[in-house]
């Protein structure tokens, strides 16, 4: 049976999808078959053959099989701005239910699907639903990728309190250091996991460029 997991974060641009294409390449690695999702993407880019995001050719470029881009991001937007806002103002509605086909589509053959997110936790993807509706309508469990800097042990208590409060099984977090000169780092990493169940998945140190497969050796293993 496929096993899927869901990829949320502290905040936007805290490293979600390097994250979840490190997954990949290390489930890749314990011999599985793994594929990346990303349902929800703004900040497109529009080129010969639609729009394109940068997050979602990612994961189709470090997952097992190359598939159809318009099964792993179904909803993509050009502005880089909330995708509840820019839905609504091209009268876009996005169904779970199409994401949720796609997802049934992309386990075909797999081991793992990884299902990143779009911003945080809480935001928006239309008027009533969020990115935690999305989730839950997936029924997946969760990863949770905590951006190290300043705010961050609040950040991460609220999102891992609030993810625990969905029903939904927070499987572990990540502590993914996104400021070069941060003081008192690991510190702050050692109070989060002081204070939340889940365990720590991997420790990653800032990046000053990113490689995938060098970033995946942090993991020890993945097991869900």
């Not at 900040?43 to 997952?63: K, M, Y």
């Not at 909330?82 to 239910?97: K, R, S, T």
Request: charged share 20%.
């Amino acid at each position: 049976m496929t096993k899927g997991i869901f990829i949320t974060g502290t905040d936007t641009g805290i490293g979600k999808t390097v994250i979840s294409c490190a997954m990949l390449e290390k489930l890749k690695q314990m011999g599985f078959r793994a594929q990346g999702m990303k349902p929800i993407a703004s900040g497109c880019e529009l080129t010969e053959q639609g729009l394109r995001n940068e997050d979602a050719e990612a994961l189709i470029e470090n997952s097992s099989f190359v598939q159809s881009y318009d099964l792993v991001n179904p909803y993509a937007f050009e502005p880089p701005v909330a995708p509840h806002l820019i839905a609504a103002e091209l009268e876009v509605g996005i169904n779970f239910d199409v994401i949720l086909e796609n997802f049934k589509q992309l386990e075909v053959g797999m081991d793992y699907v990884i299902v990143e997110g779009v911003g945080g936790w809480q935001v928006p993807i239309n008027e009533k639903q969020t990115v935690a509706d999305l989730a839950i309508k997936l029924n997946l469990p969760v990863v949770l990728v905590v951006g190290v800097r300043l705010g961050a042990i609040n950040h991460a208590m609220l999102t891992y309190d609030a993810i625990c409060q969905s029903g939904l099984d927070c499987m572990g977090w990540v502590a993914n250091i996104v400021e070069e000169n941060m003081l008192n780092s690991n510190e702050n990493i050692e109070a989060i996991q002081q204070r939340i169940k889940a365990p720590l998945l991997a420790k990653i140190p800032y990046q000053r460029s990113i490689d995938v497969q060098r970033i995946s050796g942090y993991f020890d293993a993945i097991n869900i």
